[in-house]
């Protein structure tokens, strides 16, 4: 990736991210560790290219 490449990546997401609309903080957390004590398995996922390799992770 050259350096302009990754600026107009970073742009792209800078851009995006102050166009969404954002949860105040405190409403998050509490959203995610609702969330996080109602369940016990996640995935993890990570790719490349057109390969993308998924485990989901049991937790407690």
Request: hydrophobic share 30%; proline share 3%; aromatic share 10%.
């Amino acid at each position: 990736m050259t350096k302009e490449e990754y600026q107009a990546a970073a742009r792209y997401w800078e851009e995006k991210d102050a166009d969404s609309v954002k949860l105040e903080p405190g409403k998050l957390r509490s959203m995610v560790e609702e969330y996080i004590q109602s369940n016990n398995t996640c995935a993890l996922a990570t790719g490349t290219g057109d390969y993308v390799r998924c485990t989901p992770i049991e937790y407690s």
